[in-house]
């Protein structure tokens, strides 16, 4: 009898110890599933433009290129989002729009507010073919700060 | 001797493991205790504003009324901090007035800081009536990062 | 055997609790190495300047400022980050050396982006005395959320 509780205890206190760290890892490491892209990513960054001031637009492209060398285009995933006038940036006829591609080529992400391009009167075609679209572009921001990524407001 | 051995191992494990996850979960769903308003809320975002630029001063309302409508007004907990010039934004004088006042009967808080109001030569009655203050607002955009809010700097 | 069984579990079970505690602290208070200096610090905050905007440059170190006197010297880490035209924060000739030179000596840091350096073709030479570098501005401010602290960008 006591055997038998003595090996219930110890089964139940190993699950239960597996269990915990399992939910803790889940937590620690909770990603947003657009990851695909990046299966070996270590470092998440969202950049938040809001402006339609061109030095800062440049600037946040200048930012996210500096941080994939630094950390090389695989262990960083990188994403862009533009809403209010720092849609702008994603238009196709913006003058950033060649570097925008290339940088979208290694694998940085561009997502364009809806929510911003109705009230514009913008459509997907207005923009640079590389973008993407979410529905509420400061929604999107909070949810990656919510998965764990890293916010950066140039 | 051995059953009370066993029988006690069985209730310290017990009890280490709930007082483990209780610890965890405390730490990762802490919120600060301003929530009374929004037992609901499943997204939490503060919003920092230190500039008097009509443009970004529109552009924070603009942003957390789309971020209530995205995510339904019970949902999400919203706080708009204040300080520098960005607390004229909450002036009663400010051409926002009326449209901060109903944004606060939906639930979003305006918090104006008290250094920056001292500093302005400012008290409560010159601010818009639904504001409420803080003893320093860089302070308190710190403290609601730290209790997990996600934070937006349009 | 049995007697040998429990003292086995009971030793088990009370190292992967000790060890399951620890990696959870290790996670919640992981920060980085740079805090020899502020041993107690009990909150931890990035500053973020990339702008040449005067009246910005001036806020960030009365933001660096009023913290410092919210929570005491002592119970706040404090770094500001400065690249892309706001690595002009931390020329020699600038009008705010001589605070910089005296937040510096209340324990705030300033970090200055080699990057930048590079780009303006300014060495260590060029930034007041206290300034140190710092490889990538935007990587640092990236590795420092990721270890915990808060994220400030007036």
């Known amino acids: 009898m006591r055997t038998i509780i003595v090996i219930a205890i110890g089964i139940f206190t190993f699950f239960a110890l597996v269990q915990a760290e399992q939910s803790r890892l889940e937590h620690v490491t909770a990603k947003p599933e ?8 270590e470092h998440y960054v969202v950049f938040h433009i809001s402006t339609d ?3 800062i637009q440049e600037l946040v ?6 941080l994939s060398s630094h950390y090389g285009v695989d262990s960083v995933a990188i994403e862009i989002v533009a809403y209010g006038l720092g849609l702008r940036l994603l238009f196709k006829e913006n003058e950033q729009a060649k570097r925008i591609k290339s940088l979208a080529a290694s694998g940085i992400r561009f997502s ?3 929510n911003t391009m109705q009230k514009m ?5 207005d923009l640079v073919s590389v973008a993407e679209t979410v529905p509420t572009g ?3 921001i909070v949810e990656l700060q919510e998965a764990g990524w890293a916010y950066i407001r140039p």
């Open 121 to 125: 009167k913008r459509t997907s075609r």
């Open 138 to 140: 400061v929604a999107r």
């Open 61 to 66: 492209l200048n930012n996210a290129q500096n």
């Open 53 to 55: 001031d061109a030095s």
């Open 34 to 41: 657009v990851l695909e892209s990046k299966p070996f990513a």
């Open 112 to 114: 364009a507010c809806e």
